[in-house]
């Protein structure tokens, strides 16, 4: 008599996928999870760590790190030399307006990177740098009327950058050099400062004509 083909239960076969489905899941969750506990730094940051949110107290050095997976995350704080420049104005103490461009470099104290973040944020050039150029510059001119700001030019220079660097260390941010172009007077002072200088030289030339014709007399 011929042979009926045997055939396997439905419930073992199902039981067979289930299993395939939950080992499939498994490791679909072990990779997540492992790769949501690395982070890695990247040279020249350093990681601020959050958790839930929250800033916590401690920063992440170049390299691999690992952290709680969902509950922690590391924003990466660059702490090499950066370059900020902007355009300042401000009036002497003769009320004479005054332009000037502060360029700085400066970076941010590696082991105070969480500060920063928490009490500015990302964006801390526009939050603290740039109001304290501003701020800066206007109550260091204001100390020189404006024939001191051409005189004493490189007094002025160094009291604007000592109030740049006093206010941004305070803050955690280490300013290397600041560069300060030179300062540039409105149209009539300039005009005003050129006559000036147009009749001193006249006055030189004069002075020296007479002095020849002496020593050409005697």
Known sequence: MPRTPTTMPRAPRLQNKLKILAAVVTIVVIVIVMFESVVVVQAGHRGVVLYVGAVENRVLGEGIHFIIPFAEQAI?????????????SAASDDLQEVQTTIALNYHVSPSQANII???????YPDRIIAPTI?????????????????????????????????????????????????FKFSQAF???VESKVVAFQKYLTEQNNRQSKSLLNS
């Open 76 to 88: 990466q704080m660059e702490v090499r030399t950066l370059k900020f420049q902007a355009l300042a």
């Open 117 to 123: 973040y928490q009490h500015l944020g990302a964006n």
């Open 134 to 182: 501003q701020e800066s510059v206007k109550a260091s001119v204001a100390k020189f009327n404006a024939e001191e700001l051409i005189t004493k030019r490189a007094i002025a220079k160094a009291v604007i950058a000592q109030a740049i660097s006093n206010t941004l260390t305070a803050r955690n941010i280490v300013v290397e050099a600041v560069f300060i172009t030179d």
């Open 190 to 192: 300039a005009s005003q």
